[in-house]
């Protein structure tokens, strides 16, 4: 699980003046499912390119680990979608992956496989130019699932598909990460993002600002949020609380940050014992979206 | 290599274009060579001199310098057919693809190579079986010509290098296709008299188009001289052109690998 498979230090492009990628250093691991973060410009797109070989870098290395002898042939047991899907308009969806079959030496066979998870095979005849945007994007994730590669490198994913159609892509990926695949997924749609990655690495303006765990990341962003007859006895009894951090009023409720190890039952059980009743005690978590917000702001 | 030889053969055979050109080709080139056949026939019957009467009894002989220089009016069609794929791929992103999927840029490179071998051989093996089907010449007759046959592979391998060349450096279609017509036919032209009036420089003959073009000697010396004369056909600056072949790929190459996909 900790093995790394892909690794970057310093990574850095400029484009001219400007600096796309800054500095950035960070470890891809075995079975990882690695969500990159970051609003418009910060070098999402850019890191995944460089990680891909189509984007060289200014400075910096980057190494794939994953038995090869070069990054092109490593590439090959890599399934990605970067940015949008590319293929040729006059070919119909068995030929442009029979195409990315021969480059990456999978069986024909494993076509059909591929369209029909991602539910094309009753179109595969068609030419991708008459595709809508959903379709188009389900060929493109076809691609990079074809052949069961290794690792999957995502950059929004559910790109121009439907409600339903997103549902089956978090499956898809969530699918992949129950069979230990390794995945990488660039989306600016954070509640996809929390519900499928166990790790996220925060850009901005081609810098690293956060790097970590699910977990860690949004370390200290649960709290309890209480009601009580009694506001203010219910504040001067809380304030007393051992293993408090702080205590915010917000409506008509107060919001009780805690030490991790508190449980909501201690609390009640605390309250109660200085003769206050809790109309309503509600544990609260700050959503990656909120903290991602806010971790911008900064 | 037979991965990528096959992998392009995919993809080409499914480029619409790809067939038209190469079917234009086919059809100027099969006119050329019958009405050239004709023609030339034509003219030396009435010629009145001397030496061209004992030539009429084997008048295929006399078409080949014809035929040779002739053909490579027609090449450029062929560089067209991988000029617009090539441009096109990079429109629409699908290099950027096939190298995310695990080409590297030598192999993509490698691709267009065997892009320019395939359609040199097609180009080659059309001319011979033209002139076969149309001026009636024997398999043994036409290898006896086997330096101007390597020299008219050595010009279209020329002339679809440089093709590539500028499809790889201009991102449109129609200003590849633009740049390439007005550079060999204004380009060099003007800027080799321009040098020769001015600086009294002779270089125009070394000029990568005009190279290609008149690796093969023109036939201009078939009439009106010794049978001896007509049938010589030299090839020019030979070395030349296959390092100007050199230079293009060099380039690609360098272009390729420095640049983003």
């Given at each position: 699980m900790n093995e790394i498979i892909f690794s970057a230090q310093n990574l850095t492009k400029k484009y001219g003046a400007l600096a796309a990628v800054s500095d950035l250093s960070f470890d891809l691991l075995k079975g990882q499912v690695l969500g990159i973060l970051g609003p418009n410009g910060s070098g999402k797109t850019t890191t995944l390119g460089m990680m891909l070989g189509v984007v060289r870098p200014t400075k910096g290395d980057l190494q794939w680990s994953l038995g090869e002898s070069s990054a092109s042939r490593s590439r090959r047991h890599i399934g990605a979608l970067l940015e949008k899907p590319r293929f040729y308009p006059w070919m119909n969806a068995e030929e442009s992956l029979k195409l990315t079959a021969m480059i990456r030496g999978v069986h024909r066979s494993e076509i059909a496989q591929a369209l029909e998870m991602v539910g094309l095979w009753d179109r595969r005849k068609d030419l991708f130019k008459n595709y809508s945007l959903g379709m188009k994007q389900r060929l493109g994730l076809a691609s990079a699932i074809l052949g069961d590669p290794d690792v999957l490198v995502l950059d929004e994913p559910t790109n121009g598909i439907d409600a339903a159609g997103i549902a089956d892509v978090r499956h898809l990926i969530i699918e992949q990460r129950k069979r230990g695949k390794t995945i990488l997924l660039a989306s600016h749609i954070l509640d996809e993002v929390e519900k499928v990655c166990s790790h996220v690495l925060v850009l901005k303006q081609g810098t690293l600002l956060q790097q970590g765990s699910i977990e860690e990341v949004l370390k200290g962003q649960t709290w309890y949020e209480l009601k009580a007859r009694d506001e203010e006895r219910l504040f001067e009894v809380l304030s007393q609380f051992p293993r408090h951090e702080k205590i915010e009023k917000k409506d008509s409720y107060l919001q009780f940050f805690v030490s991790k190890d508190v449980r909501g039952e201690d609390i009640n059980q605390y309250c109660y014992d200085r003769g206050i009743l809790l109309s309503e005690i509600k544990l609260c978590r700050r959503s990656l979206e909120e903290h991602f917000i806010e971790v911008l702001k900064k | 290599m037979i991965r990528i030889i096959k992998w392009e053969w995919f993809r080409l055979k499914s480029y619409r274009s790809f067939w038209t050109f190469n079917l234009g080709y086919v059809i100027c080139l099969s006119m050329t060579v019958w009405m050239g056949a004709r023609l030339i026939e034509f003219f030396l019957q009435q010629s009145a001199v001397s030496e061209f009467q004992s030539l009429i009894g084997q008048p295929s002989l006399q078409l080949y310098p014809f035929f040779f220089y002739f053909s490579?009016?027609?090449?450029?069609?062929?560089?067209?057919?991988?000029?617009?794929?090539?441009?096109?791929?990079?429109?629409?992103?699908?290099?950027?693809?096939?190298?995310?999927?695990?080409?590297?840029?030598?192999?993509?490179?490698?691709?267009?190579?065997?892009?320019?071998?395939?359609?040199?051989?097609?180009?080659?093996?059309?001319?011979?079986?033209?002139?076969?089907?149309?001026?009636?010449?024997?398999?043994?007759?036409?290898?006896?010509?086997?330096?101007?046959?390597?020299?008219?592979?050595?010009?279209?391998?020329?002339?679809?290098?440089?093709?590539?060349?500028?499809?790889?450096?201009?991102?449109?279609?129609?200003?590849?296709?633009?740049?390439?017509?007005?550079?060999?036919?204004?380009?060099?032209?003007?800027?080799?008299?321009?040098?020769?009036?001015?600086?009294?420089?002779?270089?125009?003959?070394?000029?990568?188009?005009?190279?290609?073009?008149?690796?093969?000697?023109?036939?201009?010396?078939?009439?009106?001289?010794?049978?001896?004369?007509?049938?010589?056909?030299?090839?020019?600056?030979?070395?030349?052109?296959?390092?100007?072949?050199?230079?293009?790929?060099?380039?690609?190459?360098?272009?390729t690998k420095l640049k983003d996909v």
């Open positions: - | 490579g009016f027609f090449e450029p069609i062929l560089a067209f057919s991988i000029m617009g794929l090539s441009i096109k791929e990079r429109e629409l992103g699908v290099l950027k693809q096939h190298v995310i999927d695990g080409f590297s840029k030598e192999e993509l490179l490698l691709g267009k190579f065997f892009q320019a071998c395939l359609l040199t051989i097609f180009a080659w093996i059309t001319l011979v079986i033209l002139i076969q089907v149309f001026a009636g010449l024997n398999t043994s007759e036409f290898f006896q010509k086997w330096k101007e046959l390597a020299g008219v592979a050595l010009r279209c391998g020329g002339i679809l290098s440089f093709g590539l060349f500028v499809a790889l450096l201009i991102p449109r279609s129609i200003g590849a296709v633009t740049i390439f017509i007005a550079w060999s036919v204004l380009i060099e032209p003007f800027l080799g008299y321009f040098l020769e009036w001015n600086f009294e420089w002779s270089v125009k003959k070394y000029f990568p188009m005009q190279v290609f073009s008149h690796l093969i000697d023109s036939p201009s010396q078939l009439l009106g001289v010794s049978v001896e004369k007509a049938m010589e056909q030299n090839l020019s600056f030979p070395g030349l052109a296959a390092l100007y072949i050199l230079i293009f790929w060099g380039g690609m190459y360098l272009y």
